[in-house]
């Protein structure tokens, strides 16, 4: 009776993506993606950063990057950070529980602006996608 029971949880778990270790898989293939380009570094993101739309009108939030040669760690709004600087632009993967953003960001002055894809990468035609722009936090 058990095992008839707990099985009866296993498959609608799996099919939700709750039970079968979905999240880390994006997790996975997001990483590899942003680790997959090695141009040289060209740009330093370190710092403050704010999106231009505020968070409650469908912006990301403050920023916060720290990056050592290329690779970038931080936050963005709820949002955890991990990226590399690829050549003038930045990969980001940027992620809070279920949900994992990949994006490739260009940097133009004082702006990062860009696309980032819901649970997938750039490639797919059919992705959800958000724009994201952020604006260099100025220090007095």
């Known amino acids: 009776?058990?095992?008839?029971?707990?099985?009866?949880?296993?498959?609608?778990?799996?099919?939700?993506?709750?039970a079968c270790g979905a999240p880390q898989v994006v997790l996975d293939r997001s990483r590899s993606w942003v680790e997959?380009?090695?141009?040289?570094?060209?740009?330093?993101?370190?710092?403050?950063?704010?999106?231009?739309?505020?968070?409650?009108?469908?912006?990301?939030?403050?920023?916060?990057?720290q990056q050592t040669d290329g690779k970038v760690i931080g936050s963005l709004g709820p949002y955890n950070v991990e990226g590399r600087v690829v050549g003038n632009k930045v990969r980001m993967m940027i992620y809070s529980g279920r949900q994992v953003y990949t994006a490739e960001l260009a940097l133009k002055g004082d702006t990062l602006s860009g696309i980032a894809y819901l649970n997938t990468l750039p490639d797919d035609p059919n992705a959800y996608k958000a724009p994201v722009e952020l604006r260099r936090v100025k220090n007095p």
């Open 1 to 18: 009776m058990f095992r008839r029971f707990r099985s009866a949880w296993i498959v609608p778990l799996c099919l939700a993506g709750l």
């Open 36 to 65: 997959s380009d090695k141009a040289a570094v060209k740009i330093d993101i370190s710092g403050s950063w704010e999106s231009v739309q505020s968070y409650f009108a469908g912006g990301w939030g403050p920023g916060q990057f």
